[in-house]
Nanobody, 123 residues
């Protein structure tokens, strides 16, 4: 049983930066795959990044080179550093956790636990 809570969203101008935080509680998540997803109004939920317990990670093409994902297992915390933000990054951002296989297939349906989201608006 894992509970996830995101924070750090807000409104920023094009080219600005934000740092999102996801805090896990209820169970150790050291060996879990964790990921960030986002969903804009009228669009499907899409993957942003994925990170394994070893901190091996990858990012989706649209954010590669601009976003950085990291985790602090001692604090059971996941981070998403977002730089050079663009209007198309505007969305609700969700933190998710699942088994290590989730980091291979990277499908939303394979992630077991989800946070409630934090809004990011870029204008």
């Amino acid at each position: 049983h894992v509970q996830l809570v995101e924070s750090g969203g807000g409104s920023v101008q094009t080219g600005g930066s934000l740092r999102l935080t996801c805090v896990a509680s209820g169970a150790a998540v050291t060996s879990y795959c964790m990921g960030w997803f986002r969903q804009a109004p009228g669009k499907e939920r899409e993957g942003v990044s994925w990170i394994a317990g070893s901190s091996r990670n990858d990012h989706a093409g649209p954010v590669k080179g601009r976003f950085t994902t990291s985790r602090d297992n001692a604090k059971a915390t996941l981070y998403l550093q977002m730089d050079n933000l663009k209007p198309e990054d505007t969305a609700m951002y969700y933190c998710a956790a699942g088994g290590m296989g989730s980091c291979l297939f990277r499908r939303p349906s394979d992630f077991t636990y989800w946070g409630q989201g934090t809004q990011v608006t870029v204008s």
